[in-house]
């Protein structure tokens, strides 16, 4: 991951904050791609979301009796890292959820069929990334919606799971919206890297292993190098501790 490491320097991305405050500015592609690609077009329709019975409308974690915990990246920067980081986690046999920003899949359409090609699980994280719980009604279902349109465009479906955007938690408001968009629950976490504070790649390390637990589900950004570095130091201390990095589909399934 050197080569990772070294591509993610000075990559930056929106991150999301329990104050809804971005640690740093969005990075703007050089090299976007035409909205109007479709790598999809000859690949079966992506999963749809699932109702989980068993758990809330707000799911902050899986069932705390199984050694399982996931991984999700809130998708957005530069493609090359996610790439990398989507490769070192494949090498490891650690399968992740990436919630990609809309306007993102916009500029690098084929990104969602990578996420997918590899078995990991792809979903909604709004159009554009804004602080949606300070929205309107209809403002943040244009948030909800347009993300959705661009997953279903690109995959078949709307993704498996929505995550609200500069915010850990769904108002009641947003958590309605996305019901009616076709998201039956709202996907937070109980473990936050605070990658998206640059505090180096020791720091996210000990952070994600400081709280995770069976069943953890654990908020993590691409576009940071943080981020790219810890993740090999991330996956050996998982594995260490017999846990397992699976899909947040399969960590409640």
Same mark, same amino acid.
């Given at each position: ?16 904050? $329990? ?24 690949? *079966?329709? @992506? ?32 493609? *090359?890292?996610?790439?990398?980081? #989507?490769?070192?986690?494949?090498? *490891? ?5 990436? #919630?990609?920003?809309? !306007? ?25 990334? #804004? =602080? ?15 993300? *959705? ?20 938690? @769904? ?25 998206? $504070? !640059? ?25 940071? =190098?943080?981020?790219? @570095? ?21 960590? #409640? !399934?």
């Amino acid at each position: 991951m050197r080569s990772g490491v070294a591509l993610a320097a000075g990559t930056l991305a929106a991150g999301c904050s $329990t104050t809804g405050v971005v640690a740093h500015p969005v990075a703007v592609s050089r090299t976007a791609a035409s909205p109007s690609a479709n790598p999809s077009a000859k690949s *079966a329709a @992506a999963p749809a979301p699932r109702r989980f019975p068993q758990q809330p409308a707000e799911i902050t974690h899986g069932p705390r009796d199984r050694p399982r915990v996931a991984l999700t990246f809130h998708g957005q920067g530069d493609p *090359a890292v996610a790439k990398a980081l #989507l490769g070192e986690a494949e090498k *490891a046999g650690a399968r992740v959820t990436v #919630l990609a920003v809309g !306007s993102w899949l916009d500029e690098h359409p084929d990104i969602a069929r990578r996420i997918l090609d590899g078995g990991h699980d792809l979903g909604n994280h709004t159009l554009r990334h #804004l =602080a949606i719980n300070a929205m309107s009604e209809a403002d943040a279902e244009a948030e909800i919606r347009g993300c *959705a349109d661009r997953l279903r465009r690109l995959t078949g479906s709307i993704g498996t799971w929505f995550r609200p955007s500069r915010t850990p938690t @769904a108002s009641a408001l947003v958590a309605g919206v996305a019901r009616r968009v076709g998201y039956p629950h709202v996907l937070s976490y109980d473990v936050d890297s605070l990658d998206y $504070t !640059s505090p180096g790649a020791p720091a996210v390390t000990r952070q994600v292993i400081g709280g995770v637990r069976d069943g953890s589900v654990v908020s993590l950004h691409f576009g940071y =190098a943080d981020t790219v @570095a810890a993740l090999p130091a991330v996956l050996e201390e998982l594995g260490r501790r017999g846990l397992r990095a699976v899909t947040t589909t399969e960590l #409640l !399934s």
